[in-house]
């Protein structure tokens, strides 16, 4: 069977990379329709070896089409689901609208592939957020073995999370910089070139962010209510790719090499752990590659059955593309196929 899939957001970073992946990994697409707002009525995206034109979400008629993979912002998501859910579509939707429904399931093909049958209630499945997604993906093995008490994770968030224009902020700062030009922050409150941010998101009554509020609720929802987790993000200037220092507390014993083996084993996992130097992932290393990277593996002294480890991956791919085209492939070879 093949399927008629829309890509709303087909002109962002997230959108762009959607189509990329759909046409490397051979979807059975009978047709993919790209979306984005009128401004980008007839804009070109590449589909594997064909250029197609968008046409405009507000006009476009979703009947017929099978999938719709999501990735344009919230109150996008929110404003054309009842259309799309109303014409028979199965909404994928990478951005914070729908997460945190508790009739929307929340997927990370790896860690709960389980709760996609729940998508029947709304006709819509949530994408997690991206630092989330690769979290999620290095906890799962562990979790099961020792089961975890509590994590702490400090994130390294590469601009590109944050949307095209702080792509070009990073490299407009860094070009001023060297050539003396005065540097004005836009997309960020303060200079992103050779500086690092402690801020993603809106700040909260807490004082943590929503960006560190959404890993500690998403985690309970994806992998098990009981866990406790506390998060910092931390903006950085880097183009591409998330890493992510994790400290985490168990329950169970479990040594740094049966943690290094059970991520060995982990699907989606590549581990790069040589205790020597450069013998660990970085955001540059792991740039365009669908793995989830994990290094620096250890056990903490400090706390009984305590272990750090170092996780790096691609946000654009994995954080968010790769895993909304995953949850379209879970869906048609477990649902849509019988």
């Known amino acids: 069977m093949s399927y008629k ?31 984005a707002s009128r401004r980008s009525l007839g804009t070109e995206v590449s589909y594997g070896d064909r250029t197609l034109k968008c046409k405009c979400l507000d006009q476009y008629d979703f009947a017929g089409t099978d999938i719709v993979l999501s990735s344009a912002g919230g109150d996008v998501s929110k404003e054309f689901a009842p259309r799309a ?15 945190m429904d508790p009739d929307i399931p929340l997927i990370v093909p790896e860690v709960n592939a389980d709760a996609l049958g729940g998508y029947t209630k709304k006709n819509i499945i949530a ?38 224009a702080a792509i070009d902020e990073l490299y407009h ?9 005065p540097i004005e922050p836009n997309v960020y409150p303060k200079q992103i070139a050779f500086n690092v941010i402690p801020h993603g998101g809106d700040f909260m009554d807490s004082g943590d962010t929503t960006e560190e509020w959404k890993m500690v609720v998403e985690t309970k929802k994806i ?27 168990f329950e169970n014993p479990i040594d740094d090499d049966q943690a290094r083996d059970l991520l060995r084993e982990a699907p989606g996992v590549l581990v790069i752990d040589k205790r020597e130097d450069g013998g660990y992932i970085t955001p540059i290393d792991a740039v365009g590659d669908f793995a989830t990277y994990v290094s620096r593996i250890r056990s903490d002294p400090t706390i009984d059955n305590g272990l750090n480890m170092w996780v790096v991956s691609d946000n ?22 019988k």
Do not use: W
């Open 173 to 181: 700062q860094t070009r001023g910089f060297i050539v003396g030009d």
């Open 85 to 99: 859910t109303a014409a028979g579509a199965i909404i994928i939707d990478n951005t914070s609208a729908f997460r």
């Open 316 to 337: 654009l791919r994995k954080g968010a593309a790769l895993n909304a085209v995953q949850i379209a492939e879970l869906l048609v070879e477990h649902h849509l196929s």
């Open 5 to 35: 899939v829309a890509v709303v957001g087909a002109t962002g970073n997230v959108g762009r990379e959607i189509l990329n992946i759909l046409a490397e990994r051979n979807f059975p697409a009978s047709e993919v329709v790209p979306l």
């Open 223 to 249: 992998l098990d209510p009981k866990i406790k987790l506390t998060a910092t993000v931390v903006r950085v200037p880097v183009f591409v790719c998330h890493s992510e220092a994790v400290n985490i507390e």
């Open 127 to 164: 994408n997690p957020n991206c630092s989330t997604i690769q979290l999620m993906v290095a906890l799962k093995p562990l979790h099961d073995f020792a089961t975890i008490k509590r994590v702490v994770v400090s994130t390294y968030q590469s601009v590109s999370g944050t949307g095209k």
